[in-house]
Antibody
């Protein structure tokens, strides 16, 4: 069974940092592109970032470029999102998701982890 | 990276069909056959319903179908059922290793 479990969310002050993790199981993690998508409370889905199977290619939304870094450890079957210079508008549930090969569709999602940026 | 445009709400009676639109530009929806649709029930993670414009993942009922014409993609739900009531989001590849979502449509089954 495919499982994605996010962790690392919590309360952080503006300007602070946080690292999210997404532990993957039930599939060959190293063969899949992975994404982060966020959802502010009561709002819609917003794409954040994606990373290629071997980590050699990444993409970011303009709103997080230069502040967030996506990475992965295929030996640990884990996806990461390092978030720096956090702002109040980064407050959201952060989901990791697996991408359908050669497509853009995200076929498996984690349950999400809540990040709250507030003083 | 502007969000794709979806109507905020849509509705239909059980058994009817409803179509949700998703309008982008030639840089996203119109430029690639990489449009996906997601269903999200309250406090749940999104579920992939359609990918690559019109493909259905295993387990998704064939009542759900997708299409695209120019810069606008559409999701049609036929034979509406109560459990179809949810938020629906479109997304598209937008070039340069980026993806964009629509603002979401709240579907109500009357």
């Amino acid at each position: 069974e495919v499982q994605l479990v996010e962790s690392g969310g919590g309360l952080v002050q503006p300007g602070g940092s946080l690292r999210l993790s997404c532990a993957a199981s039930g599939f060959s993690f190293s063969n899949y592109w992975m994404h982060w998508v966020r959802q502010a409370p009561g709002k819609g889905l917003v794409w954040v970032s994606r990373i290629k199977t071997d980590g050699s290619s990444t993409g970011y939304a303009d709103s997080v470029k230069g502040r967030f870094t996506i990475s992965r450890d295929n030996a640990k079957n884990t996806l990461y999102l390092q978030m720096n210079s956090l702002r109040a508008e980064d407050t959201a549930v952060y989901y990791c998701a697996r991408m359908v090969p050669t497509s853009i569709g995200l076929d498996y999602w984690g349950q999400g982890t809540l990040v709250t940026v507030s003083s | 990276q502007s969000a794709l445009t979806q109507p905020p709400s849509a509705s239909g009676s059980p058994g009817q069909s409803v179509t949700i639109s998703c309008t982008g530009t030639s840089s996203d929806v119109g430029g690639y056959n990489y449009v996906s649709w997601y269903q999200q029930h309250p406090d749940k993670a999104p579920k992939l319903m359609i990918y690559e414009v019109s493909k259905r993942p295993s387990g998704v009922p064939d009542r759900f179908s997708g299409s695209k014409f120019g810069n606008t993609a559409s999701l049609t739900v036929s034979g509406l059922q109560a459990e179809d009531e949810a938020d629906y989001y479109c997304s598209s590849y937008a070039g340069s290793n980026t993806v964009v979502f629509g603002g979401g449509t709240q579907l109500t089954v009357l």
